[in-house]
């Protein structure tokens, strides 16, 4: 059977049989350097000439960039890096020679050649890194609700109306049942299974059509919503700063070889554990002015505003109390404050901006219908949303976190396009 890189280091001294791609190579008088990618990690094969079969050293000859080769030879520590192990190769069979053109070479490559050949650029060490984190980020979820009484609930992709409006989905023809739309988030409905499983969440692509080109906007994204029967708004946000940190303290823990590949500082993500800060969003607008933001009293944090108050801390921010006219129907109302939402946005330090948004649910049939009218909403299309609240309703709250937001503020990625395999945005759609 053969054996993965990411294993070598308890096979010293041991043959090994390793199947992988050729990524990089360099020959020196006698001896070929082959630079090994298997999938788990990278390991570099020593071929010296004097030790191998004549076709084994043709076959160096003739190598070319991404070449997939299986390679058998004795794992030995590598003579100056402590920890390295390199593969001292006895045996080497090419299984695919790769055409001599590979496009992406040690030059520099601009952003939209590089996305233009994004099915290649994925097997580059720092979109391999980037890729491994946003797994472990995956897994840490699950690994974490699974840990703390969360059921997993699919939301519907197709739905006949949207969280918050219309205006920034994408609408298709459903048969004979008119209009459908691409689901911008799962709140609304595993919100309905809470009355069975008590806390759930569910992960999955969303879409927005906005027309926005910023460093932390797709059109097609992984979200991650839960919801929480009995939970209030403070409730909320420590099930969110537990859950952060430990997707945090996983990533460290697990993924150390990625984050040095992506000269990722850790200092900062080392630092992130319970309790994180907590500003009103009437305390955040007055920090922003002494920091020369003109934001307004009624106004949303925009992503510039996010950028400026989050390099001034060292731990994620919770920014509560919006202005309710800025924020979606559902939120339930501040008692003390009526023109306050019950909500909260974590934002992510080091100038990244939001990461989660979340609120305690409105849980009165009532008030929640009302609100509908008052935004011109459909009663018809809510409906189904209103009954929830007539017939056993409880205090609620949820949130949900944007994984590729926070698989670049881990990775230190200043763009999101880097941490999806196939970037959507507004201007490209291939490959």
Not at 199 to 225: C, I, N, Q, Y
Not at 252 to 266: G, M, N, Q, S
Not at 349 to 375: F, H, K, M, N, T
Request: proline share 4%; aromatic share 10%.
């Amino acid at each position: 059977m053969d054996t993965f890189i990411k294993d070598l280091a308890t096979q010293v001294g041991k043959s090994v049989t390793l199947a992988g791609w050729v990524y990089n190579f360099r020959s020196s008088g006698g001896l070929y350097f082959l630079q090994i990618r298997d999938g788990s990690g990278f390991v570099q094969a020593v071929v010296e000439k004097s030790s191998v079969a004549d076709e084994v050293w043709t076959a160096c000859e003739k190598m070319t960039l991404e070449t997939s080769v299986k390679i058998t030879g004795q794992v030995s520590a590598h003579p100056k890096q402590k920890g390295v192990f390199e593969l001292q190769v006895k045996k080497l069979a090419v299984v695919s020679l790769a055409a001599e053109d590979y496009p992406i070479s040690k030059k520099e490559h601009g952003p939209e050649f590089l996305l233009d050949n994004r099915h290649l650029w994925l097997r580059s060490p720092k979109q391999w890194a980037i890729q491994r984190v946003r797994n472990t980020i995956i897994n840490a979820t699950y690994a974490w609700f699974a840990q703390n009484s969360f059921t997993k609930i699919d939301a519907p992709i197709l739905t006949p109306n949207a969280c918050e409006g219309t205006t920034t989905l994408f609408g298709v023809d459903y048969f004979d049942l008119g209009k459908a739309y691409l689901s911008q988030s799962g709140q609304l409905y595993i919100e309905a299974a809470i009355f069975a499983h008590g806390r759930v969440f569910d992960f999955g692509p969303v879409f927005r059509a906005e027309k926005s080109k910023t460093r932390r906007h797709l059109t097609e994204f992984w979200m991650m919503d839960a919801e929480m029967a009995f939970v209030d708004l403070a409730g909320s946000m420590e099930i969110q700063e537990k859950l952060i940190s430990h997707i945090v303290k996983t990533v460290l823990a697990d993924c150390a070889e990625e984050l040095k590949i992506l000269e990722r500082d850790i200092a900062p993500l080392q630092k992130i554990s319970a309790p994180f800060f907590h500003l009103t969003h009437a305390e955040a607008v007055a920090e922003l002015h002494k920091l020369g933001s003109d934001i307004g009293a009624g106004d949303d944090l925009g992503a510039d505003d996010e950028t400026l108050l989050t390099q001034q801390y060292d731990k994620p921010i919770f920014i509560e109390k919006y202005p309710a006219a800025v924020k979606a129907f559902y939120m339930k109302r501040d008692a003390q404050n009526p023109d306050l939402a019950l909500c909260a946005d974590l934002l992510a330090p080091e100038g990244y901006g939001e990461i989660i948004g979340g609120s305690q649910r409105e849980e009165d049939y009532e008030v929640l219908r009302a609100r509908l009218r008052e935004q011109n909403l459909s009663l018809d299309d809510f409906q189904w949303y209103l009954d929830l609240r007539k017939y056993g309703s409880v205090p609620h709250s949820g949130f949900g976190y944007g994984l590729e937001r926070l698989t670049a503020w881990i990775c230190g990625i200043k763009h999101i396009r880097e941490t999806i395999p196939f970037p959507r945005m507004m201007n490209r759609l291939r490959p």
